[in-house]
């Protein structure tokens, strides 16, 4: 009998604080276990699953037209190719360089392959690319016209992949508003872009945009120039360098350009 008058079970108290106990553990257990888990993922993922690479192969890439202003009332016709159906993720807009178009981001599955993946891929034909018979946008309306395009192409914030030529497009249209980038972009993915070298180290340390940094061992041209510029960005995570890979690196190695898309994907996008 306990001072209050009050019987006290011994073994019900042990009993419930036994239970307590095994639930505070239980649910620390499930966070770490998690936690981990993800971590893990990130670091052992080697390859995209079969099971994706089966279902792109169902999946239909799209050619579509669309008319992009540039000045003064003149617009210029645009290729862009996306995969049906659309299944309404993150939007990821690929870019390429002058030797390139559309067309070669199909040829290599990484529309399909994205698609599948539960993301949402586009893929354009810039003026300046092998394909285009559009008129030429001057270097210094590139980063408006990019603007323009993605407002046509009602892309949210997409995540650009920007090898190359494209730089001349996707670096003016990320400096445009340095502040606002998050409103512009869920992240930057530059592959040897050009004209890395036209801005600052205070430009680039302005422009916090997840970024990954991706060029080929054997690339001599662009690669070794713009990635000592582009490590200025303050939100960019390890340089991913593509073995055996030239200047197109995305091209001539897709498997390993494709599992470094995705880990930055899951790391950074919901």
Do not use: C
């Not at 390859?47 to 792109?56: F, G, M, P, V």
């Not at 030529?165 to 993915?189: E, Q, T």
């Amino acid at each position: 009998m306990s001072p209050s008058g009050i019987h006290v079970n011994k073994s019900v108290v042990l009993l419930i604080l036994a239970i307590t106990v095994g639930i505070i553990v239980f649910n620390n257990y499930k966070y770490f276990s998690t936690f981990l888990t993800k971590k893990n993922t990130e670091v052992e993922m080697t390859e995209i699953s079969q099971a994706i690479l089966d279902k792109a192969k169902t999946l239909d890439v799209k050619t579509h037209r669309i008319e992009v202003e540039v000045e003064d009332g003149q617009s210029v016709e645009i290729v862009y190719r996306d995969v049906l159906p659309k299944l309404g993720g993150t939007d990821i807009l690929f870019l390429h360089g002058q030797s390139f178009s559309s067309e070669d981001w199909e040829k290599t599955d990484t529309l399909a392959i994205f698609s599948a993946l539960g993301y949402q891929p586009v893929a354009v034909d810039l003026p300046e690319g092998k394909n285009s018979k559009s008129q030429k946008v001057d270097v210094g309306d590139r980063g408006l016209f990019l603007e323009k395009l993605i407002t046509a192409l009602d892309l949210r914030t997409p995540v650009i992949v920007s090898p190359s030529m494209s730089g001349s497009y996707s670096l003016p249209f990320l400096f445009m508003d340095p502040a606002n980038v998050s409103k512009r972009s869920a992240g930057f993915i530059p592959i040897a872009p050009v004209q890395t070298e036209s801005y600052s180290q205070e430009k680039y340390k302005s422009l916090n945009i997840p970024t990954a940094i991706v060029y080929g061992e054997n690339d001599r041209s662009v690669g070794p120039v713009s990635t000592t510029n582009l490590k200025n960005l303050p939100d960019h995570d390890e340089l991913h360098m593509i073995k055996g890979a030239g200047h197109a690196a995305w091209k001539n190695k897709p498997e390993e350009f494709h599992l470094i898309l995705y880990k930055f994907l899951l790391k950074e996008t919901k």
